[in-house]
């Protein structure tokens, strides 16, 4: 949006007006996911899409506690601008905030007007352009997972789930949710249009799954990325948190980040849908399920990008920690729903919910893509219960074997581009390094009083 633009921008901040807004917040997602923001007040809109609001680029290597890790083009090039633009096309009015609107921010390097180098958003349109070329349009269903939390002084992280209900899984209602959490938030995210269509009480206490729609793969993951800054927004508004950590109690099972992945072909039709193919398939889904196999190892430090993401996995979690694939098979990284025809699609079942949705999503296509270049089949779908390591290879066990399988998957890094891949492997060792040296508690209740 360029200052000449006056006019279109007047409309947009006369309807905002009319229905009572004198506030646009602008977002953006770092590198991990996060929203990043600037309220605007109306009047100064203009000004905003004109010129963009000045951000130090080193926010997208700013750690959760605060820190600037030493990432190229941050600290050593002086802790340079970049723009963010908003993308009024984007604009919502945000139900739950009289007289605020907010929209995503175009974030752009003001000395060359491309964009931040460390930008989710325009990595996954970098990697959709390159389907494009391949004559794909890849469309995504997201499924999230969360734990609500209230506060809990005297214990060791002064928050418990809320409620603390067992055996409630795929329920609905004041039996597991006594205090309506769920019918607020899905009427709250209705009325903020991402998409949302459903949700459940989940697997453990305090766990929930709301469902989004699916959509062309930006549309969605820009979706995703507004559905976790909300539940997490709303929540601390009622005073509890929110929390799509990959697994933040030892005695309850993990949240997931699952993608629900087909292409359109340049007609409009499901390219993974061919009735006389193999399992109902086409030579393109196959191609594609083979491709993220192949890069699988690679793919689990987007899809699984932090220390506590790797506790997830393990016998008996029903998260994915082998490379298999399998047909309506829960046990399997990638699950093949019954559906064919317009409903042919694949479920990735690797992610966990911290995921950043534009990396992952992103990374997944790209593994897709280069297996439909490569023209592989995949082997035999897995048949029984997986999680049988005499059948299927093992995904990395750990962060830093993730962000080495990364760095090592040259084909899939020259996809995602090579700024990219720096900043986020350089960031995330300086993760990894931060907690190699931190003293936890269960260190302490297990050495201290004996040794």
């Known amino acids: 949006m360029s200052a000449s633009d ?47 609001l000045a951000f130090c680029r080193a926010v997208y290597h700013t750690t959760p506690q605060g820190n600037v890790v030493p990432v190229a083009g941050g600290l050593d090039a002086g802790l340079p601008d970049v723009h963010v633009r908003p993308d009024l096309s984007t604009l919502t009015v945000l139900p739950w905030e009289p007289g605020v609107a907010t929209c995503l921010g175009e974030v752009t390097d003001p000395a060359t007007s491309a964009p931040a180098p460390e930008s989710p958003r325009d990595l996954l349109r970098a990697v959709l352009a390159r389907c494009s070329e391949q004559g794909l349009r890849p469309v995504v269903g997201p499924e999230l997972e969360y734990f609500l939390l209230e506060p809990a002084p005297g214990t060791p992280t002064g928050w418990r789930r809320s409620p603390e209900i067992t055996g409630a899984v795929y329920t609905a209602g004041l039996r597991s949710d006594p205090d309506n959490h769920l019918l607020r938030v899905l009427r709250l995210l209705r009325d903020l249009r991402i998409g949302v269509t459903s949700g ?58 699952h993608l629900h992945l087909s292409c359109d072909d340049a007609e409009g039709r499901n390219a993974f849908d061919d009735p006389a193919g193999a399992h109902g398939l086409s030579a393109t889904a196959r191609h594609a399920i083979a491709g993220i196999l192949a890069h699988a190892p690679a793919l689990a430090a987007l899809a699984n990008p932090t220390v506590n993401s790797y506790k997830r996995f393990g016998p008996d979690t029903l998260a994915p920690w ?22 042919a699609r694949l479920e990735l079942r690797l992610g966990d919910a911290s995921a950043n949705p534009y990396l992952l999503i ?43 399988a990364l760095e090592a998957d040259t084909d899939l890094t020259d996809l995602l581009g090579k700024d990219f891949t720096t900043s986020f492997l350089t960031y995330k060792r300086d993760e990894l390094e931060r907690f190699g040296r931190h003293v936890t508690d269960w260190e302490f209740t297990e050495y201290a009083y004996h040794l």
């Not at 279109?8 to 770092?30: K, N, Q, S, T, W």
């Not at 729609?213 to 009622?238: G, I, N, P």
């Not at 219960?385 to 995904?395: E, F, I, K, Q, W």
Request: glycine share 12%.
């Open 362 to 404: 992103a990374g997944t296509i790209a593994a897709a893509l280069l297996g439909v270049r490569a023209g592989e089949e995949p082997p035999a779908p897995l048949e029984g219960y997986g999680y049988d390591t005499a059948r299927s290879a093992l995904l990395p066990q750990t962060l830093s074997a993730a962000l080495d």
């Open 6 to 52: 006056t006019p279109d921008i007047r409309r947009h901040m006369e309807r905002l007006a009319a229905e009572g807004v004198d506030v646009v917040r602008v977002v953006y997602p770092d590198l991990i996911g996060t929203d990043r923001a600037r309220d605007v007040l109306l009047d100064h809109l203009p000004s905003a899409c004109g010129h963009g």
């Open 200 to 257: 459940n009480h989940e697997f453990d206490g305090g766990q929930y799954e709301i469902n989004l729609t699916h959509s062309d793969a930006l549309d969605a993951a820009d979706r995703a990325f507004r559905f976790k800054a909300a539940v997490k927004e709303l929540a601390r508004k009622e005073g509890s948190m929110a929390t799509f950590m990959a697994k933040p109690f030892g005695d309850a099972g993990g949240s997931g980040f």
């Open 322 to 343: 082998l490379i298999d694939w399998g047909l309506d098979n829960r046990s399997a990284m990638i699950r093949i729903p019954p559906e064919r025809g317009a409903g």
